[in-house]
């Protein structure tokens, strides 16, 4: 009864270099992580993420980035090779 749940897992640039990783192509030809086009606030902060002169990202307008980083961060460790298709 009810929803399990587990804490994601916040850190910044692992997470980053995560979901990177889930996105590239890999050597089937394939990314392991796919955006629908309808899922348009993700896919206009992908195109305005910036980074600051720290080498940080900069953390303004990213909320829809942040959850697919706890996402792909929390998930993919415990699942080894994942791939998700939202339909």
């Known amino acids: 009864s009810g929803v399990r749940t587990r804490r994601a897992n916040k850190e910044l640039l692992p997470g980053v270099r995560s979901v990177v990783?889930?996105?590239r192509l890999h050597g089937d030809g394939r990314p392991r992580i796919y955006v629908h086009p309808r899922c348009t606030n993700l896919i206009a902060e992908m195109?305005?993420?910036?980074?600051?002169?720290?080498?940080?990202?900069?953390?303004?307008?990213?909320?829809?980035l942040d959850a697919l980083r706890y996402?792909?961060?929390?998930?993919?460790?415990?699942?080894?090779?994942?791939?998700?298709?939202?339909?």
């Open 21 to 23: 990783e889930h996105l």
């Open 47 to 64: 195109g305005s993420y910036q980074w600051g002169k720290d080498n940080e990202p900069v953390d303004k307008d990213n909320h829809a």
């Open 71 to 87: 996402f792909v961060h929390t998930l993919a460790p415990h699942r080894g090779k994942m791939e998700v298709r939202v339909a």
